[in-house]
């Protein structure tokens, strides 16, 4: 093996180690999830609704920060775009140590941890796409989804516990967990250069097969979400357990993505443009199995199941983009796909709480509508969906 071979091998090790480091806090958010119950309890006045939007309003947030990064990425590196979002990101999620006697201050903390998230998602994202391509570029982002999964779970269990042992505030403490992440990325992560684009070069990114998988992704997002701001009231109300109960399903409900995550570009590799459709139909099952819980069991089987889905859809519809658009056109796609699945994860809890209400139903409720809306995913994937075998070679 020749030594310029070596060197690029160790180069790129060195960019997946990185990228994997700073994506432990991508999904850093999914510790509010598990403590939701808890934060309800000192906020009695608050509305369903206005406590699950503590966690849904970091996707919200996320929006301009999604575009933002990708015009400071023609000034600055992306590697400097992400250093920036992940001291934004700890801010927020250390802020309510001091600020938490008010709702508003979770919505600040919550909107702030969005915001540098937004940052960190495009700018991996987009380096994935210009140092990997074909097989490659899927197992890299099957391990970026494995390990978000792994730091997801570190957030949920140790949020879910500190909230259990002390009270719900400590379990921000859990976001200095972003100082030796920093330190890590920014040893590992080599430089890269601005990448401004004269308006000449630009060419429209918006097509058909593009909107096709953005608007099929949307409905995943604004459905699957319906675990993450459901389960922890969903325990809660139904009398099957504590916070920390739900912190750990919250963090179980993670943690499955690992070895999906790992496995992901062989599977794909098998199943190629067929790969969502089964994924689909995994989420739909798991949020019904939940609806008609009435013990642990069949809980933790539509965790499992709602896990790997929310764990494996992500990256292989990112996979799909990339392959549907020109190199140019990746880091405006990749920012447009990932705010409306933000868009549609903040609006999540809201229209699914009018759906559910609309029919008088309650939190279990929440999961039967969930349910069907995958189901309705499952279908159009089956119809629509444009992405051929030979676009992932």
Not at 92 to 104: A, E, F, R, V, Y
Request: glycine residues 10%; positive net charge.
């Amino acid at each position: 093996m020749s030594e310029q071979t070596t060197g690029t091998k160790t180069k790129k090790t060195g960019i997946i180690v990185a990228i994997a480091a700073v994506s432990t806090l991508l999904m850093s958010f999914s510790m509010q999830a598990g403590i939701l119950s808890a934060i309800a309890g000192s906020f009695p006045a608050a509305s369903d609704s206005q406590v699950q939007l503590i966690y849904s309003i970091c996707s919200l947030a996320a929006l301009p920060s999604m575009f933002g990064v990708v015009k400071l990425s023609e000034i600055i590196s992306k590697k400097k775009c992400i250093i920036l979002g992940v001291v934004i990101l700890v801010v927020g999620g250390l802020l309510p140590l001091l600020l938490h006697s008010q709702i508003w201050m979770l919505y600040i903390s919550s909107a702030l941890i969005g915001f540098g998230m937004g940052f960190i998602n495009i700018s991996t994202a987009t380096l994935i796409s210009e140092h990997f391509q074909g097989p490659d570029k899927g197992r890299v982002m099957g391990i970026q989804a494995a390990i978000q999964g792994v730091g997801a779970a570190a957030f949920s269990v140790l949020g879910g516990a500190i909230a259990d042992w002390l009270e719900w505030k400590w379990s921000f403490l859990v976001f200095l967990l972003g100082i030796p992440v920093l330190i890590l990325f920014a040893i590992l992560m080599p430089e890269d250069q601005p990448t401004k684009q004269e308006k000449s070069e630009r060419t429209p990114f918006l097509t058909k097969n593009l909107l096709i998988l953005i608007g099929i992704n949307f409905l995943f997002n604004l459905m699957s979400t319906g675990f993450q701001s459901n389960i922890s009231m969903f325990i809660d109300t139904e009398g099957m357990g504590s916070v920390t109960l739900s912190g750990v399903l919250t963090a179980f409900f993670m943690v499955v993505g690992v070895p999906v995550g790992f496995a992901l570009g062989f599977y794909m590799q098998k199943l190629k443009r067929w790969s969502n459709v089964i994924i689909a139909v995994l989420a739909a099952v798991g949020m019904l199995l939940i609806f008609t819980a009435h013990n642990l069991v069949p809980v933790i089987i539509g965790t499992f199941l709602v896990g790997v889905s929310f764990a494996a859809y992500p990256p292989i519809n990112m996979t799909f983009i990339c392959s549907v658009v020109k190199q140019e056109n990746v880091s405006r796609s990749i920012a447009t796909n990932n705010a409306c699945s933000c868009i549609a994860r903040f609006a999540s809890p809201v229209i699914i709480n009018f759906i559910t209400g609309f029919f008088g139903g309650g939190i279990r409720t929440n999961f039967i509508v969930s349910g069907i809306g995958l189901a309705v995913v499952f279908i159009l994937l089956l119809i629509f969906n444009p992405v051929k075998n030979t676009d992932l070679e």
